[in-house]
């Protein structure tokens, strides 16, 4: 067995995955919403005193595994420096009281991984990753070769949904919030930018289009003087330029990427609405579509699980000494993960 332990940002997860079948046997994941929720986005120390908290009681129900252990696996980058350490922390010690191999996961590399959960890794590999943190096409040789091939210039998808959705008032996180409504929404209502829709930059860039929506809000009073079908079309308009936005630089390197499979992870690839759009593009450029189950689409400790296996296989560990944080930093493009 392998016990993976995440905790990058507000989410609290253990995982025990059985290395020889790749089954879970074991998968906790508590989140820290409704105690952020107040303030409209993550608040890292909060998060990092509710994971001292939280990480410990979850631990404590998979000790009927601890005598299966061959390693103990945590992300150590990149996401918030003290949250981190609380993952890592937990990890160093296991690793020593049971006398087990550390293995150190990057947390980006656990969400491609999260569309091999107990299933064989599919390689090579497109994929389109956006999350709270990240938006990022990367091509996937293999295990050990991953290469940023687009990133985002400031703002990443997941996070301008969050904004937005804290700009009208609807709460955090804002993705699922701005979904929700933009089905009963008018996606023509609000004609909002299409972020660098005329310039060849293979890149992204959300700072603008937020910036859009802030303009809207408070030129219908702000938050307190919509309606509600107010929101529902700004949420569905500012939707569909970020589907735009995603779908125009994707055509880019659809165009000169031969690899057939592609794939979208991380949280905001739970969007139904984006996965359908991916799906119709996919379609036009003879590529196969794969997105890892609702699930796992969020940070999870079974995706860190899942490339703990093949990393433990590769025997890619670290003295417990040596681990240290690495914290979220800009990225750009051609970077190898």
Known sequence: MILSIESS?????????????????YHKKISQEAEHSCYGGVVPELASRLHAVTLPRILAETKPWFGELKAVAVTNQP??????????????????????????????????????????TRFPLLVLLISGGHTQIIRVKDFGHMEILASSMDDSVGESFDKCAKMMGLGYPGGPLIEALAIKGDESRFNLPVPL????????SLSGLKNAVRLVVEKLGGAEKMTEQDKADLSASFQKAVKLHLLQKSKKIFAKEPIKDFAIVGGASANQYLRDAYEGLCRGFGKTLHVAPLQYCSDNAAMIGRYAIDAYERKQFIDPNAIDIVSTKKQQAGMLL
Not at 9 to 25: F, G, H, L, P, R
Request: with cysteine.
């Open 9 to 25: 940002c507000d989410d609290s997860s253990i995982a025990v995955t059985e290395i020889a079948t790749q089954k879970i046997v």
């Open 197 to 204: 829709r005329n310039s060849p930059l293979i890149a992204f």
């Open 79 to 120: 996401g918030l420096g003290v949250t981190l350490l609380e993952g890592i922390a937990m990890a160093k010690t296991l690793a020593v009281l049971e006398d087990i191999p550390l293995i150190p996961v990057h947390h980006l590399k656990g969400h491609i991984y999260s569309l091999f959960i107990e299933k064989e």
